[in-house]
């Protein structure tokens, strides 16, 4: 009798086991959802900006046999360069001390020993041009007022908030366009949009090259001839559609 009533409990146990595990093992016929058929396609935008500011860096190299004298004759020279830029229409804002440094420059006889020692000073200064028709006039003053070396200059755009905007809805235009001609031709329609992407590819500033190096200043008769040339934004939009 207790083995009877035994089996009867466990074929019990088996049959709420099973029906509670039978909804998920056995999912009703057309329940799982599908994913929508997409068309996906990529457009371009690109807007040519003309530069209108200007970034440099401009430095007053001094080299004599004392540190002292060395330091002194470079804040002088330094001191009026900085005026002279001012003076010229730079705002202070834009002239940044960027580098100051000192140290040994020793010379060497043939058995490799000292012959002399200098003290070299280096002060540079980091410049915004935000009137590019001056810049060469601007790199005149700045050698005629003592800099000896002039490095990097870049042009670039100060604010290209519009330029990147026109940008991007020329992209999604293009896009847009690929979207309908790729659908008409495969005999679909374009239904909802399911994602979208982009990235903008601002432009680096434009490098014009380097300037003279360390040394005497120049004896600079003109202004030095600068053609900014043009930039380019452009900005890729990828775009998936659903198609019916």
């Known amino acids: 009798m207790k083995t009877k009533t035994l089996l009867i409990s466990v074929v019990a146990l088996l049959a709420i086991l099973l029906s509670a595990c039978g909804p998920a093992a056995l999912p009703a016929s057309g329940s799982a959802q ?13 807007i040519s900006l003309k530069p209108d500011i200007a970034t440099i860096y401009i430095g007053v190299h001094t080299e004599t046999a004392s540190a002292a004298e060395s330091v002194s004759e470079n804040n002088v020279k330094t001191q009026a360069l900085i005026s002279a830029l ?21 010379q060497y006889g043939p058995d490799g020993k000292v012959t002399s020692t200098n003290y070299a000073v280096d002060n540079t200064v980091y410049l915004t041009i935000r009137n590019l028709d001056k810049l060469g006039d601007l790199l005149d003053t700045a050698v005629r007022a003592g800099a000896n070396n002039i490095n990097s200059i870049q042009f670039d755009v100060a604010d290209k908030t519009k330029a990147l905007s026109d940008a991007r809805n020329e ?11 790729l659908a008409a031709a495969a005999g679909v329609t374009l239904g909802n949009i399911q994602s979208i992407q982009y990235y903008d590819a601002s432009p680096t500033p434009m490098f014009q090259g380097k300037g003279m190096g360390g040394g005497g200043a120049a004896n600079v008769e003109m202004a030095v001839p600068i053609n900014p040339g043009q930039m380019q934004i452009t900005v890729t939009v990828t775009i998936a559609y659903e198609i019916k």
């Open 86 to 106: 001012k003076a010229a229409g730079v705002d202070a804002n834009d002239i940044q001390t960027m580098n100051f440094s000192i140290w040994q420059n020793s």
């Open 171 to 181: 992209a999604v235009k293009t896009a847009q366009t690929q979207a309908s001609e």
């Open 34 to 46: 599908t994913q929508p058929r997409t068309l996906t396609v990529s457009g371009a935008g690109q």
